[in-house]
């Protein structure tokens, strides 16, 4: 049972390892400092092997609870009161972790969202950890 904790904890880097990762820029020196394969060199980390990975996206309007009695009588035209006022920002999440906030916009005939805050890369690591 021991082996399977170590084998979940070693899939997930360490807080330390992103924050390493995340802060390293690719160097246009490198190849002057002797690196002749400049950023493709297997010296050189990068975080393009992680371009592809799908991620969950969603934009939170509000929150609101409710009695099992009132989800039942809800039908067409049912209002549900959010916790949030009209003109607030909205929350963007990505893989439920709350990313930045911003203003729905309308991109042609579909919603977006204009960021206006978004949280700094330090507090997403601190979260991680």
Known sequence: MEDQKSDSTAARPAPEELKELL?????????????????????????????DVPLQ???????????????????????IELDKLAGEPLDLYVNSRLI?????VMVGDKFGIRLTDVVSTKARLEKLG
């Open 23 to 51: 802060d390293e820029q690719p160097s246009s020196g490198a190849a002057a400092k002797g690196n002749p394969g400049g950023e493709n060199s297997p010296d050189s980390r990068s975080l393009e092997f992680l371009y």
């Open 57 to 79: 996206v969603s934009v939170e309007v509000g929150r609101s609870k409710l009695l099992l009695r009132d989800l039942l009588k809800m039908g067409e035209g049912y209002v």
């Open 100 to 104: 930045a906030r911003g203003e729905a």
